[in-house]
């Protein structure tokens, strides 16, 4: 079946302070919100500022806010979101906007370094390899919180990251999470320490936005509640000095 | 909110619980048995019990209420972390004042 009309499309131009325009998209089948955005740069107007590379959902560089919720924009169908045939594409939400729908990410990335979300090996290259069991406790949780594609769809949805700049966020904990549960690492109470300050996991409301948006069913709650856990054990130890 | 926060403020909800519980059930019996000022006096001068739990909830309340306080004051009033302690903590001291000065009243405090 032929798509009806065109598609009226709403576009936010400028940074902080700006205004939406309006452009008219033929529509298409199986067309994705990224699929417009790129078609109004090429046909209507190319000084339209946006990300993307892979196109398919691996690398997580399209999201936006699109009719209000952030979402990655090269797999979400036109048809699920803007059954009216009326579409709003505005930056990711909790980041400062550099122009039209490009936002900056160095302060999102730069939690995920405040949250020691790498790893540090205990172990040199000629040492043996440690075995790791899939499944063990610790494997199985990484495994839930490693295919994170740093999209940012979960920081932009996050009341607490909106109400305070400071807070690592979502996606950075969950790094942090996955990094914790490394048993090779060579100091993973460094990652609770990193996690438990004032900008910490403690602020976490629970609200679960990010796991209701996150486009790759990752559970960021979950992850933070675990390094809720992991610290309080490490605090009544001592261990957090 | 640091992991210490976090901990005395699951540890205090952790007592909040059942003092409330208790605390709900002897206002159902003030007042379902109808017993007048002058009666409750009567019962809570000179309790230990009573001024024990009632204390013990007072500083409760006092520490819990105040963490939660100072959360809002980041996050909606937007104040700094260091300065929302000081305005909870000085919440807290007030709460606990009034809450310590009214259990002392209804325990110690000799009928006129």
Known sequence: MNPPDGLEVQIWRGGAEGRFQTFRVPRRPNQTVLDVVTWIQREADPTLSYRFACRVGVCGSCAMTVNGRPRWTCRTHVSKVAADGKLTVAPLGNLAVIKDLACDMAPFFEKWRQARGRFEAALGRDDPLVPVSPESPERRAADAAIECINCAVCHAACDVVAWRADYLGPAALNRAWAAWNDVRDGDRTAVLRAVSGESGCGNCHSHQSCAEHCPVEINPTRAIAGLKRAGLVALLKGELR | ?112
């Open chain 2, 1 to 112: 909110m640091t992991a210490r926060l976090f901990l005395v403020q699951r540890a205090t909800a952790l007592l909040l619980a059942p003092l409330v519980l208790v605390h709900l059930a002897v206002i159902v019996y003030a007042v379902r048995s109808g017993l007048s000022a002058e009666e409750i006096l009567d019962r809570t001068r000179g309790s230990v019990g009573w001024g024990l739990f009632y204390g013990g909830f007072v500083v409760t309340v006092a520490t819990h209420g105040a963490i939660g306080l100072r959360t809002i004051l980041i996050e909606w009033a937007e104040l700094r972390p260091r300065i929302a302690s000081a305005a909870a903590s000085t919440g807290a001291l007030a709460l606990l004042l009034l809450g310590l000065r009214a259990v002392w009243a209804m325990t110690m405090m000799v009928a006129p």
